[in-house]
Each structure stands twice: as C-alpha cells, then as structure tokens.
C-alpha cells in the first residue's frame, strides 16, 4: 500500500535541483538565476569565507554549514547561488539543491537519494525562519546534527535569513514569559542557529557601494551612462523606495537597461 520508493535523478543532467515533495522528486534546473560572484559588492569578506568552504567541501574536505543572515536585499541568497556557480567550474560534481521552508519536514527523504550518490551537494533554503508554533526547526535540526544515521558526508546546508536566531525576537520573549522552564525552552530554539559553523552578518549598504553595485552592473552589460546622471538617478531611485540595498541597486539597474535598450540576458 505504501508508495514506490523515489528514482534516483541523473545527478549529470543538471547543475541545479529543486526538491518537491508527494510524491519525492528532485527537479533539475537548466538554468540557475544567478549574477556574477564578481558582481556582488560590499560582502567582500563573506563572499570569500564563503568561497573557501565551499571550495573545500567540493574537494571531499571538511567543511560547515552556513548562516547568511542580516538586511534584505543584501545579496544572501545571490551570493550562495553565485558561490555554487563559481567553484562548480573548477568542480562539476558540485551540486546545489533548493529546498523550501515548508517542505523541511521531508528533508530526511531528500538526503536518503543523496546519501549515496558520487556528487557533492549544498542544501540550500532560503529566506528560512520560524514563527510561533512552528515545529519545522525541529527537521532542519536533524538535518544539522544528523541524529544516529548521521548527516550524509556529501551535503553540506547553507540557509539565508533575516534573523541571526531564524525566529522573532517577540518569539523568543514569548518563551521566557510563559514556559515553565523559561531558559530551557528559549534554548532548544535558539540553539539552532548554534548548529552553523559558519555565521555570515550581511548589513546595510552606505550611499557609495550602492552607486559602486549600480556602477559595477552598468560596466558588466555595456550599458554607457555618466556618473552625474547616474547618481542623480539612482539616488532619486533609493529615496523613493525608502531603502538602499543591493536589490534596490539591480531593481534601478533593470530600469536603466530597459530604457537604454540592453537585454540582461
């Protein structure tokens, strides 16, 4: 009555892979939506911690998982995805794999059609937190610390969140206020984030690396404008957003392109 087990995938088919749950699948992606890691400003010291790790992780040597933390539109998940397509260059057995917040609780399923196979994989969520009665951290902890059977030697997980400690910081309050044992139950959440070996802080943008971002995007794709018009631009651009970030930064880019006539492609 149980269902067949999920076909292994052709892991050479693609670079890229999304999981999909009911029934298991992994889905390979032609086409990863990704910039260059050269494109990628202001994270300098991020991007190559990053690049280490993963460099060795590729080369069968230790390696952590990774927390991409801090301000939005910063560049966490693009640089994951950029990181990936940079050392998968050197390394084509180097995989990465999407996993969403919500499918979590199948991962163990996920990493059995991994466990065996010759290719290297990042596990790889983005935009992952967890709000109040949400017990899907209890899967990414097994997935961190591996229980009996272990965490499978050729995965590695890197997650991208707004939060250093994945959940609200009301949450956490809420915690201390009502559980009989308030340390106890703020612990068993927090720890989570403890599981990352590697914590990479992402912060605001100042005035100059956003211009130095749009400025960078403009030489990458042959778009000529000069710098007075460019900052005049960009800077009304960011103000009527009320943010400055690195999304902000592509989002006036694509703008600018469109009217210029550069396809992005």
Same mark, same amino acid.
């Given at each position: 009555?149980?269902?067949?087990?999920?076909?292994?995938?052709?892991?050479?088919?693609?670079?890229?892979?999304? +999981?999909?749950?009911?029934?298991?699948?992994?889905?390979?992606?032609?086409?990863?939506?990704?910039?260059?890691?050269?494109?990628?400003?202001?994270?300098?010291?991020?991007?190559?911690?990053?690049?280490?790790?993963?460099?060795? !992780?590729?080369?069968?040597?230790?390696?952590?998982?990774?927390?991409? +933390?801090?301000?939005?539109?910063?560049?966490?998940?693009?640089?994951?995805?950029? $990181?990936?397509?940079?050392?998968? /260059?050197?390394?084509?057995?180097?995989?990465? $794999?999407?996993?969403? @917040? /919500?499918?979590?609780?199948?991962?163990? @399923?996920? %990493?059995?059609?991994?466990? #065996?196979? /010759?290719?290297?994989?990042?596990?790889?969520? #983005?935009?992952?937190?967890?709000?109040?009665?949400?017990?899907?951290?209890?899967?990414?902890?097994?997935?961190? #610390?591996? *229980?009996?059977?272990?965490?499978?030697?050729?995965?590695? %997980?890197?997650?991208?969140?707004?939060?250093?400690?994945?959940?609200?910081? #009301?949450?956490?309050?809420?915690?201390?206020?009502?559980?009989?044992?308030?340390?106890?139950? $703020?612990? /068993?959440?927090?720890?989570?984030?403890? @599981?990352?070996?590697? +914590?990479?802080? !992402?912060?605001?943008?100042?005035?100059?690396?956003?211009?130095?971002?749009?400025?960078?995007?403009?030489?990458?794709?042959?778009?000529?404008?000069?710098?007075?018009?460019?900052?005049?631009?960009?800077?009304?651009?960011?103000?009527?957003?009320?943010? @400055?970030? *690195?999304?902000?930064? +592509?989002?006036? !880019?694509?703008?600018?392109?469109?009217?210029?006539?550069?396809?992005?492609?």
């Amino acid at each position: 009555m149980s269902p067949a087990p999920a076909a292994v995938p052709d892991f050479a088919a693609a670079a890229a892979f999304v +999981w999909h749950p009911d029934p298991d699948r992994l889905v390979p992606i032609a086409q990863v939506n990704r910039v260059g890691v050269d494109l990628l400003v202001g994270v300098d010291r991020s991007r190559d911690t990053l690049i280490t790790n993963t460099v060795q !992780f590729a080369k069968g040597l230790p390696a952590n998982n990774a927390l991409l +933390w801090g301000a939005r539109g910063m560049g966490k998940s693009s640089l994951v995805k950029a $990181v990936h397509g940079a050392v998968h /260059e050197d390394h084509p057995t180097l995989k990465i $794999v999407e996993v969403q @917040r /919500e499918d979590l609780p199948s991962i163990g @399923r996920c %990493l059995n059609l991994l466990r #065996d196979a /010759e290719e290297r994989f990042i596990l790889f969520c #983005d935009d992952l937190s967890f709000g109040h009665d949400d017990a899907h951290y209890k899967s990414l902890k097994a997935v961190l #610390d591996g *229980g009996i059977e272990g965490r499978p030697d050729n995965v590695v %997980l890197y997650a991208t969140s707004n939060r250093r400690h994945l959940m609200p910081r #009301d949450m956490i309050e809420n915690e201390r206020s009502t559980a009989i044992s308030p340390s106890e139950a $703020v612990e /068993e959440k927090v720890s989570l984030s403890d @599981r990352f070996g590697l +914590w990479l802080g !992402f912060h605001p943008c100042d005035q100059d690396e956003y211009l130095a971002m749009i400025r960078g995007y403009c030489d990458a794709y042959g778009v000529t404008i000069d710098d007075d018009t460019l900052w005049a631009e960009a800077i009304e651009w960011q103000a009527t957003r009320g943010s @400055r970030s *690195g999304r902000v930064a +592509w989002q006036y !880019f694509t703008d600018l392109a469109g009217r210029r006539g550069v396809t992005l492609a």
